[in-house]
């Protein structure tokens, strides 16, 4: 899965529920995503919080294969900045 095809599956969650915090996934040399309010873009902007994920496991998040709070403590997910705001990413993925 690209991460345009990831970026389109966050944008369907923020199209039901707008944020009201920013948050980035920085997959590192493979790119990133920011989503603020109501729109996501592929884009390495200041956030709120940022999330560092391998795109692999960003893929296995949002199919539901990898747990956010397992991968947090297993250090698959790595949070810098706002960790209230990583908490609302639940809201996106259903």
Excluded: Y
């Amino acid at each position: 899965m690209a991460l345009a095809d990831i970026r389109d599956r966050f944008q369907r969650g923020l199209d039901r529920k707008p944020l009201d915090d920013s948050i980035k996934f920085d997959c590192g040399g493979e790119g990133a995503i920011t989503l603020h309010g109501t729109e996501a873009r592929l884009a390495d902007e200041p956030a709120d919080c940022t999330i560092h994920i391998s795109q692999a496991n960003l893929e296995k998040l949002v199919a539901g294969k990898l747990n956010p709070m397992t991968a947090f403590a297993t250090g698959k997910i790595k949070v810098s900045g706002d960790m209230k705001v990583a908490l609302k990413l639940s809201q996106l993925l259903k």
